[in-house]
């Protein structure tokens, strides 16, 4: 049976408890831990399959594309279903994904289960933000997915650290093993905790071919399309940042792995303290000049950053400085670009949840492999791509209905 819905203080839309953010934010976890958790393996993976340098990567391109396939079919689920049956039974499969993952006899078989992982995993990146449509809108929304954005943001930046910890301790499967744990942790609190959020009488049940209508129907819409974009640039510059900062910090200034790992908390702690500047900045300016403001400043750090490389031989706390202020930036923009791409679809939350997501996926991903086919040794191949992912949210502000 369906948990109540009541709580001793219930500060949420509709009587729903306090604690509902926590709970989603820890559900939403699931897939930036995934994803990052085991990037510090990838030697030992590929070591212990005696694969050739590179090969782990085939692992990585697997998982981003079950999320991206994954996404797409979570969010017509969720519109069919509600969320919480679509939840349980994306996490059962992430959980056999990942005992495939760990139990691996081979490489392929890794990228193989890693996909299977993904296509479930993805419906804890969907259905957390569909059920903060559900149940609020305006500021309340942007308050609760600000909450989201925070482990969103903050788990992909603290995960490498924590993989790198239990690779010192353990083998790299111990890594698929913790995912599974946390999982079955994430089933029990669904099932005992989470409240069906989306009645029946809101549910649509669409066949193939007018789901398909609906996506093109919400990529049609102006708003949406300004929202997805936003996430997107804003998205990538996040997701550049973790792929290109190893090379950068540890290849370029020297840093070892347990230095690296302090200096990744220093910007996961800016990132979650600029999290929780969205609601009162909200309050007292409003999103259009809170977006419009923080994006400009994405867009300085950036500048400062490659001017900071073109100097030539710049310190690491000059190159640091203006990265973390960009990171910090996203923090703020993620929440706003998610409300307002859902802002016009509450009767299709979930398939408008789960476009957004393969959209910002599909392009965040896409940084991994600039990175590597600019890489030059230099820090500047991570500048240029977040100077111009900066320079995209600029543009894709502009674009934002304000009506």
């Not at 509450?346 to 996926?361: E, K, N, P, R």
Request: net charge positive.
């Amino acid at each position: 049976m369906p948990p109540s819905s009541a709580s001793s203080t219930s500060p949420l839309p509709g009587g729903l408890p306090s604690w509902l953010p926590l709970l989603l934010g820890f559900l939403t976890a699931v897939g930036p831990l995934s994803t990052d958790m085991y990037l510090p393996s990838f030697t030992a993976i590929e070591a212990e399959f005696r694969a050739p340098p590179g090969s782990a990567e085939i692992t990585l391109a697997a998982w981003f594309l079950g999320l991206a396939v994954g996404q797409m079919a979570q969010g017509t689920l969720a519109d069919r279903y509600g969320r919480r049956r679509p939840l349980l039974a994306g996490l059962a499969v992430f959980t056999l994904g990942s005992i495939g993952c760990a139990l691996a006899p081979d490489i392929g078989t890794l990228a193989v289960c890693r996909f299977i992982a993904a296509f479930g995993g993805s419906a804890s990146t969907v259905l957390p933000r569909a059920v903060v449509r559900d149940i609020a809108e305006g500021f309340t929304a942007a308050k609760l997915m600000s909450r989201l954005t925070l482990v969103m943001g903050a788990a992909p930046i603290l995960a490498p650290s924590l993989g790198g910890l239990m690779l010192q301790v353990g083998s790299w499967r111990d890594i698929f093993w913790f995912g599974v744990g946390y999982a079955l942790l994430s089933a029990a609190l669904v099932w005992r905790l989470l409240p069906e959020t989306l009645p029946e009488e809101r549910r649509l049940r669409l066949g193939f071919s007018a789901q398909l209508m609906r996506y093109a129907q919400i990529l049609r819409e102006r708003s949406f399309q300004a929202h997805a974009a936003l996430g997107c640039s804003t998205m990538f510059l996040l997701f550049a940042y973790i792929g290109g900062s190893p090379a950068v910090f540890v290849g370029v200034f020297g840093l070892t792995p347990g230095q690296f790992a302090i200096l990744f908390g220093v910007n996961a702690m800016a990132f979650i303290l600029s999290s929780q500047l969205n609601p009162p900045l909200l309050l007292r300016f409003g999103a259009i000049k809170v977006v419009r403001g923080v994006s400009l400043l994405m867009l300085v750090a950036t500048l400062v950053l490659v001017a900071v490389v073109l100097s030539g031989t710049p310190s690491m706390l000059a190159v640091l400085l203006p990265i973390t202020v960009a990171n910090a930036c996203t923090a703020i923009i993620l929440p706003n670009a998610t409300v307002g791409a859902l802002a016009r679809h509450s009767a299709h939350a979930g398939s408008a949840s789960a476009l957004q997501g393969t959209l910002q996926f599909g392009v965040a991903g896409t940084s991994g492999l600039l990175l590597g086919w600019l890489s030059d040794g230099t820090a500047m191949p991570l500048a240029a791509l977040m100077l111009g992912a900066a320079l995209a949210t600029v543009i894709a502000e502009r674009f934002r209905p304000h009506a």
